[in-house]
């Protein structure tokens, strides 16, 4: 037995064994979709700057309504007021002397928006029109409510590709493959988004999107979510001849036999005298 510098304990086996990752990868569809909008704006002055950052705001929210997004799915961020320091120099009697002021106020405020179930349909149009207002995309993430079922998929599919791999490994080889002797999951990363954008058509692909008239300004389209497994699977190796002994029950005789207990006869007191039988009267 072994103890690594982590504090696990390693059995040293005895056995032959086979070492295999297994992999899968389920794509799902999301259910949800979160994503930031912000509005910006620069400007020398202050009380100008704010109105057209909150004017930009009132129109997203009138397309949140708009859309029927509910309330609790559309979350605004605080006012943010970032000024811009510039330094000036000048001359004077004492020499050149460096000040510095403010030139400029760079006004920002994000809104969090959620589109899930039917509103996923919707979230092209939605989106098309959300930048109409002359907010920025910040940022958005895919997901799915169903992350438990689609990992527990992956999870089983990852089982059966690390027994594909190992079985195609000793395929030729005097041995078959036995039970397992320990199963590891890798540290599993979160659930990544795929393409989020629908790319440029060229070539046959651009000929056909026209002739179906198909828009290709488009650019926003819905992704799907990678949900990555892979675990680490330790088969052992049996002879290919070998057989199998399937243990043969003890009879209730043997049970007790083995679990008897001899005890020693005592050497050193007197052997019992034997009975004394009457004699019959003359």
Known sequence: MSTSESGQIFLELKKRSIDITGESEVIVVPDRVCFTLRAEHLDNDLTKTTPVVEEIISKIMGVARKFHIPARCVQTDNLRIQPQIEEVSSSGFMGRTRTKRVSKFFVTKSVNVILE????????????????????????????????????????????????????????????LGAPIYIQEMPAPQPAPQARFRPRQTGFKAML?????????????????????????????????APFHAPIPATREEEIAESAVMLPVPTNQPAPAAPVVPTPAQ
Do not use: W
């Open 117 to 176: 179930g039917e509103l996923m349909a919707q979230y092209s149009n939605a989106m098309q029109e959300f930048l109409q207002t002359g907010c920025l995309v910040d940022g958005e993430r895919y997901e799915t409510s169903h992350l438990f079922e689609h990992r527990t998929r992956a999870r089983q599919m990852a089982i059966q590709n690390a027994v594909a791999k190992a079985t195609a490994l000793i395929e030729g080889l005097p041995v078959t």
């Open 209 to 241: 999107s026209s002739s179906l008239d198909i828009d290709d300004e488009s650019i926003f389209v819905p992704g799907t979510i990678s949900v990555p497994v892979d675990v680490r699977v330790l088969f052992e190796l049996l002879p290919a001849d």
